[in-house]
């Protein structure tokens, strides 16, 4: 146990014995056996089955609309945690613990809930049907699915910047003759820029598996909406175990390398803090 | 640290009185924000309740207590009571580890917890098909015993508490490096077992974020649609839980059915955001508390004797 440089307290060897043997049993032996699963295809085997037209379809419109919908939670996510942490309003509190519900929520709840509110005769896409806009069953509704699913991400990782941010800088910009916007931008921004970064990479990686709140509002036509999880899910209800697993080793690849950013980036946000 | 939370009203006071925007840009910010989080947030509740009540109390009460659903609701009640306590185990283990010692290899384990967060639920699904399914790795050995994980009860257990691993152990781990050890090996300079610093002290300490961390996990494991889909196989009134059951009523149009179902999980997900804003009410309470309580007493800094060299 020479390993361990720091901590007096009895239990290391149970607790961690007891952690390793659990994240092993249930999370690196399964992900192994998919890798695994993979690599035994052959490189032109595999190559075919995450290049053929379809999958490429669902790549692009998985990719495409989680950019769009964290995008748009990334500047909705600051201004929501700015309206937050720097105004008092009647319902604040109310309105800060609901930003978590898309956590909280399931997600084929979410996914019901949203189609009905834009269908054409829903509460809201009744009104954008007249000015020409269809959202359900368009790539714009996996759009505004993955948008509800990224919302606490942003949110969650401004708020506390924003809330350290020291008075102090913001005064010292309007001693000197900034305007307040001026201020927002070349002072305040700056500083919010990490942890927003943050946000999105989270929102998007999220919004790249996400599957129970977009398959109901996608309309799941092969080629136009349907994302990548669903093209998963339909392989293997087709018993095609390798094209499924094929796609899922490519979706892992992206989660990891999302992962791997997610973590550059709050290292950034803790130096900038620092 | 102590006064932060009086420093920060009154940083807040002299942004509102010195630099902060005119009233008019306040206003619209707050509407903006406010109409972003109404169309993404509000909406899809208000129509939940509202569409599950459409045809009345009759109706509503006769979708929930149909056979189908009333078995969903058993399958979901085991796969909870099942998954939560196997990860709240976890997660006191896991949490206990990161927060009280220093290791080699420390901030890989962390990023391993976290594996699960970053995988799609579908995926997560898939692996337990590949392990169990009867062409994975284990099939021809559990057909041979005719036991059956995927399409049945076992798997829908295993995909929920890969899916909600982290949860207990992530709300935890963020506690319990927050508040340090000190009290901890205080009580183990007073000759108190790592069983008694357990239950008695630490425990005690994080029981807000055990809560939270416990009513997050237990939404999670009652919502989880993706990755239980994969492996349930959709075997009405076998291996339905409630998300799935959602999904069956709505693609038959029966919607008054679909959101009676999604009411109770809304339901469920709200009380959870309360729990939430509770536990963070009685941090800050406490934190306020603790430092008022610290400047009463006014110890000089150097006075504070470390415990570390001291205990063998």
């Known amino acids: ?274 | 640290m102590s006064g932060l939370v009086t420093q920060r009203a009154k940083s807040a006071q002299r942004r509102d009185t010195q630099i902060g925007e005119s009233v008019l840009v306040r206003v619209l910010l707050i509407t903006l924000a406010l109409a972003f989080l109404g169309i993404f947030l509000i909406a899809p509740i208000v129509t939940i309740f509202s569409a599950a009540f459409s045809k009345g109390t009759g109706p509503y009460w006769a979708a929930l207590t149909q056979d189908d659903t009333l078995s969903a609701v058993w399958l979901t009640l085991l796969t909870a009571g099942i998954a939560v306590p196997l990860n709240v185990v976890f997660g006191i283990a896991a949490a206990w580890l990161i927060s009280k010692y220093d290791f080699w290899g420390k901030s890989i384990l962390i990023t391993v917890v976290d594996l699960p967060f970053s995988v799609s639920p579908v995926i997560s699904g898939l692996i337990f098909v590949l392990l169990f399914g009867a062409r994975g790795w284990f099939g021809p050995l559990l057909s041979e015993h005719d036991v059956k994980i995927i399409f049945a009860v076992p798997g829908i257990v295993m995909a929920t508490t890969f899916v909600t691993f982290p949860l207990v152990a992530r709300e935890l781990i963020a506690v319990m490096q927050a508040q340090g050890s000190d009290e901890e090996e205080a009580a183990l300079t007073l000759g108190a077992s790592g069983l008694q610093i357990l239950l008695r002290i630490t425990l005690p300490k994080v029981r807000w974020g055990l809560l939270y961390g416990v009513i997050l996990c237990n939404a999670r494991a009652m919502g989880e649609f993706g990755a239980v889909s994969v492996v349930s196989g959709h075997i009405r009134g076998l291996t339905n839980t409630l998300p799935l059951q959602v999904e069956i009523l709505y693609n038959e149009y029966n919607f008054v059915g679909a959101f009676a179902v999604s009411s109770l999980l809304c339901a469920l997900a709200l009380v959870t955001l309360c729990v939430k804003k509770l536990a963070e009410w009685s941090v800050s309470s406490r934190q306020a508390k603790r430092d008022a309580s610290a400047r009463a007493l006014a110890v000089p800094a150097s006075s504070t004797v470390s415990l570390e060299g001291v205990i063998p």
């Open chain 1, 1 to 274: 146990m020479r390993f361990k440089t720091r901590g007096v307290l009895p239990g290391f060897g149970l607790s961690l014995g007891y952690t390793v043997f659990y994240v092993g049993l249930l999370v690196l032996l399964p992900l192994a056996a998919m890798i695994i699963k993979a690599s035994s295809l052959g490189p032109s085997e595999f190559w075919t089955k995450v290049t053929d037209d379809r999958a490429l379809a669902a790549y692009k419109l998985s990719f495409g609309s989680a950019f769009a919908g964290s995008l748009l939670n990334a500047v909705f996510g600051v201004l929501v945690a700015w309206v937050l942490v720097r105004y008092r309003f009647p319902g604040r509190s109310i309105v800060d613990a609901l930003v978590d519900l898309p956590f909280a929520l399931p997600t084929a709840v979410a996914g019901i809930a949203l189609t009905t509110v834009y269908a054409e005769h829903g509460v809201l896409g009744e009104q954008l049907a007249k000015i020409g806009v269809k959202v359900a069953f368009t790539p714009l509704g996996v759009t505004m699915a993955l948008t509800f699913i990224g919302i606490p991400f942003v949110v969650r990782t401004v708020q506390p910047v924003l809330e350290e941010i020291d008075p102090d800088v913001e005064e010292a910009a309007a001693v000197l003759g900034a305007s307040r916007f001026q201020t927002f931008r070349r002072v305040i921004f700056p500083a919010l820029l990490p942890a927003t970064l943050t946000g999105f990479a989270l929102a998007f990686a999220r919004s790249l598996g996400e599957y129970g709140s977009v398959v109901f509002i996608s309309g799941n036509m092969p080629m136009r909406t349907e994302i990548t999880p669903l093209l998963i899910v339909t392989k293997l209800e087709q018993y095609d175990y390798a094209g499924a697993t094929a796609i899922a080793a490519v979706m892992l690849l992206a989660s990891f390398g999302m992962l791997l950013l997610v973590n550059l980036l709050e290292r950034w946000t803790r130096r900038a803090e620092a």
